[in-house]
């Protein structure tokens, strides 16, 4: 079992940068795939990025690519968003889960966290 907690969201300006984390916990953090999904209000959740358990896999969504990067650090058992450039439509709140797999589809992913807000103001 893998519990999830997320941190860093928050109020930042259109053109600012935010990091979020995901800390992990229990011993296998090492053996599983990150995936960070956000949904807006009314809108259903979707994929951002997902990393595989060595870093050497990662996907983007075509709307974060070139602007986000997903990284993790298996020692402290955490994955992390760094969101650069932020838009208005960037405004969501951002789930991290896990999974056995890399993936981009939510169905796939076993442990979830809490999720954490972040909006971007024009």
């Known amino acids: 079992q893998v519990q999830l907690v997320e941190s860093g969201g928050g109020l930042v300006q259109a053109g600012g940068s935010l990091r979020l984390s995901c800390a992990a916990s229990?011993?296998?953090?090492?053996?599983?795939?990150m995936g960070w999904f956000r949904q807006a209000p009314g809108k259903e959740r979707e994929f951002v990025a997902a990393?595989?358990?060595?870093?050497?896999?990662?996907y983007y969504a075509d709307s974060v690519k070139g602007r986000f990067t997903i990284s993790r650090d298996n020692a402290k058992n955490t994955a992390y968003l760094q969101m650069n450039s932020l838009r208005p439509e960037d405004t969501a709140v951002y789930y991290c889960?896990?999974?056995?797999?890399?993936?981009?589809?939510?169905?796939?992913?076993?442990?979830w966290g809490q999720g954490t807000q972040v909006t971007v103001s024009s």
């Open positions: 889960a896990a999974d056995r797999d890399i993936s981009w589809y939510r169905n796939e992913y076993d442990y």
């Open positions: 990393i595989g358990w060595n870093s050497g896999n990662t």
């Open positions: 229990g011993r296998t953090f090492s053996s599983y795939a």
